[in-house]
């Protein structure tokens, strides 16, 4: 962290040999308006997101709980992170965020690949379909929360259409406590100490109609990404495949899913840290759900920071949000910038 | 001309079975888009027609029916709850837009047009910013604002969304830059025209859909934005409409034709934009994956 908040601008970082003195006054006629533009916001970055961490850090070792700071350090130092881990209800959160990302993920790039081929074919209309799949996409977490809150709740919206169909008691949607398919008892078999695993580990049911939520939202995301790298695909590789031979599936598999692999990637990276970010949309929809079934460390942070007091466990579990997203992004940030200038 | 051809007969005869066989499937990929698409607008038909029902039908039980007749109510109730709330989001979104966007502006004409040695390592750690879970500065954000007096009111607001706006609104304009042809930086730079005169009189002319693209980005990004609001603003007077609806939404004693139309009204205007100005939206909406 002191390295990244120390990089300021490298050329003035080594002073050049005194015979190059003309250098001094080179430097700034070229360089000058560029150090004056960046300085200023990198030192506003500096202090606002990697100086911040740092002092979240030192909260997440403090003895901070109530109104009045305090900054004593814990003995040992990750005390907190130690009850962070032991809670049950961190426990859940860590389970769901990752189950939620696994089938938001899955769902959204598939639902995305779908509408993306279907456009980008379409006989007719292409860009009013465009439009309509992205839509949810210019909306607020929130009012997408609110609205599919309604539909998912059981006396209601969904239930009423599979009644319908005669499916009668509907699911119970949001409402749901039931974790299906817990392993957890098989872990602590297998695992020593495996036994400070409180809760079932497995697939808690509300958190799908949060999952359906979610890539309603964000499956136009996925579409205009991928419809952007199929508008790119040479003519000629239909072509050749048609030249070929190779039927419609053929094509499909081995030279237009290829073709999107990097589209593909970049979608994982953007949605899995959102979805490892998640909090408007589950607390306007669910909150934390019946016994924590939708509860997210997003949501975790906020109660336990601001309603709560807790500030040294809000600040260690934000902590442990900030590397899972970092664990995500950082080696793309590394791959399309820092490697590229390299190169 | 003989290869075009040769090209155009070679997989020549196209019996009319084989012609019908793939309009055959377009036909029902078309048929397969219109019932997503239909899927896609539900959540929105429930919304819009909930906020335009009488509240006696604006319940569970008929949900999926047409309005019997319209009725504002539902929207009059909305709008007397929410409006303080509404007029809020434009007083933070709009200076919050418009200085991100300038700062941008020149941040992302020194990293495309004004190369130097590890430009892109100091970029990458700007840009790292814009992907981090704000829940990890929000507790010393909260004591920066109390102790310059910013924290609960919007002044407070407005500086936040600028300083985490710079990351994206910087990798807006990197990218918008970096498509202009660089013989106009070199005609400026050979005339011996100082880099600020280059920006101000060569690119900022040229700027407008940059400006366009980011400050529809960030228009969207700020007024749907809850987390800061939230816990910025404690006064419900003073907060956002995000975060009013959400309140709104909790209180068990409002009729749902009123909840639905808060959330419309919360909708409009990012809704508006979107389907207004749709082609740059998507240009902002991409730009936010780096390349």
Redesign the interface.
């Known amino acids: 962290m002191s390295t990244?908040t120390t990089?300021a601008?490298?050329?003035v970082a080594k002073p050049k040999p005194p015979r190059r003195g003309v250098f001094q006054a080179e430097f700034w006629r070229r360089?000058?308006?560029?150090f004056a533009?960046?300085v200023p916001?990198?030192i506003?970055?500096a202090i606002?997101?990697y100086?911040?961490?740092g002092?979240?850090i030192r909260?997440s070792m403090s003895q901070w709980q109530g109104l009045l700071?305090n900054l004593a350090p814990r003995d040992p130092l990750y005390q907190t992170y130690v009850d962070l881990f032991n809670n049950p209800r961190w426990q859940a959160d860590l389970r769901n965020v990752f189950v939620f990302t696994f089938f938001f993920l899955a769902l959204s790039v598939l639902v995305g690949l779908m509408?993306a081929l279907?456009?980008h074919?379409?006989?007719?209309?292409a860009p009013i379909?465009r439009?309509?799949?992205?839509?949810?996409?210019?909306?607020?977490?929130?009012?997408?929360?609110?609205?599919?809150?309604?539909?998912f709740?059981p006396?209601?919206?969904a239930n009423?259409?599979l009644q319908a169909v005669g499916i009668d008691p509907g699911p119970k949607w949001i409402t749901d406590p039931r974790v299906v398919g817990d392993v957890s008892t098989a872990l602590e078999a297998i695992i020593p100490g495996g036994d400070f695993i409180q809760v079932k580990l497995g697939i808690p049911l509300a958190l799908l109609p949060i999952v359906i939520a979610a890539s309603?939202q964000l499956a136009g995301?996925a579409m205009?990404?991928l419809l952007?790298a199929l508008g790119t695909l040479p003519d000629e590789l239909k072509?050749a495949a048609?030249?070929d031979g190779a039927g419609?599936w053929r094509y499909h598999w081995h030279i237009v899913l290829p073709w999107l692999r990097p589209a593909i990637v970049?979608i994982l990276?953007?949605l899995g840290?959102v979805s490892?970010?998640s909090?408007?949309l589950v607390?306007?929809m669910s909150g934390q759900g019946p016994g924590f079934a939708t509860d997210v460390?997003?949501i975790f942070?906020?109660e336990q920071?601001?309603r709560a007091l807790r500030?040294n466990l809000?600040?260690a579990?934000?902590?442990i949000?900030?590397l899972l997203?970092?664990a995500v992004?950082?080696p793309?940030?590394?791959r399309?910038?820092?490697r590229?200038?390299r190169s | 001309m003989t290869d075009t051809a040769a090209?155009t007969t070679?997989?020549a005869p196209p019996t009319a079975e084989a012609a019908r066989a793939p309009i055959k499937?377009?036909?029902g990929?078309?048929i397969?888009?219109v019932v997503?698409?239909c899927l896609?607008?539900l959540?929105?038909y429930?919304?819009v027609m909930?906020g335009l029902k009488p509240p006696a039908q604006a319940d569970?039980?008929h949900?999926?029916e047409l309005p019997k007749e319209i009725d504002f109510s539902g929207m009059r109730e909305a709008w007397a709850r929410l409006s303080p709330n509404f007029r809020n989001s434009l007083v933070i979104v709009l200076p919050a837009t418009v200085v991100a966007s300038i700062?941008g502006a020149?941040?992302g004409?020194?990293f495309a047009k004004?190369p130097?040695?590890?430009?892109?390592?100091?970029?990458?750690?700007?840009?790292?910013?814009m992907?981090?879970?704000y829940?990890?500065?929000?507790?010393?954000?909260v004591?920066?604002l109390q102790s310059i007096g910013l924290y609960g009111n919007l002044s407070g607001l407005i500086l936040v969304h600028i300083?985490?706006g710079?990351?994206i609104t910087?990798l807006i304009f990197r990218n918008y830059y970096a498509g202009i042809p660089g013989e106009i930086m070199e005609a400026g730079q050979v005339d011996g025209v100082?880099?600020?005169k280059i920006?101000t009189h060569l690119m900022v002319p040229l700027s407008l859909p940059g400006f366009v693209v980011c400050g529809i980005f960030q228009v969207?990004n700020i007024?749907?934005d809850?987390?800061f609001g939230?816990?910025v603003v404690p006064n419900p007077t003073e907060q956002p409409i995000?975060?009013a609806?959400?309140n709104l939404?909790g209180n068990f004693s409002v009729q749902?034709n009123t909840?639905?139309s808060?959330?419309l009204l919360?909708?409009i205007p990012?809704?508006l934009?979107?389907?207004l100005l749709?082609r740059f939206?998507?240009r902002g909406?991409?730009a936010?994956?780096?390349?």
């Open positions: 990244t990089a601008p490298p050329p360089h000058g308006f560029a533009v960046l916001s990198l506003v970055i606002f997101v100086g911040f961490i002092y979240s909260v700071p509408l279907l456009v074919n379409a006989l007719a209309g379909f439009t309509i799949f992205l839509f949810p996409y210019s909306l607020s977490f929130i009012v997408t929360g609110v609205v599919w809150r309604w539909i709740t006396s209601a919206g009423l259409l309603w995301f205009a990404t952007a072509e048609s030249l419609t970049v990276v953007i840290h490892l970010k909090f408007d607390y306007a460390p997003g942070v906020f920071t601001f500030f809000g600040a579990a934000s902590m949000m900030f997203v970092a992004i950082v793309y940030l590394y399309s910038l820092v590229e200038e | 090209r070679a997989p499937g377009k036909i990929a078309l397969a888009l997503l698409a896609f607008l959540p929105v429930i919304m909930a569970a039980t949900m999926w700062i020149l941040n004409f020194v004004l130097f040695r590890g430009a892109n390592v100091l970029f990458a750690v700007m840009l790292l910013g992907f981090i879970p829940q990890v500065i929000l507790i010393p954000m004591r920066f300083i985490y710079i990351p910087t100082s880099n600020f920006f969207t007024w749907n809850f987390l939230i816990t995000t975060v609806l959400n939404s749902w909840v639905m808060g959330a919360a909708a990012t809704a934009i979107y389907i749709g939206f998507v909406m991409t936010g994956s780096v390349k």
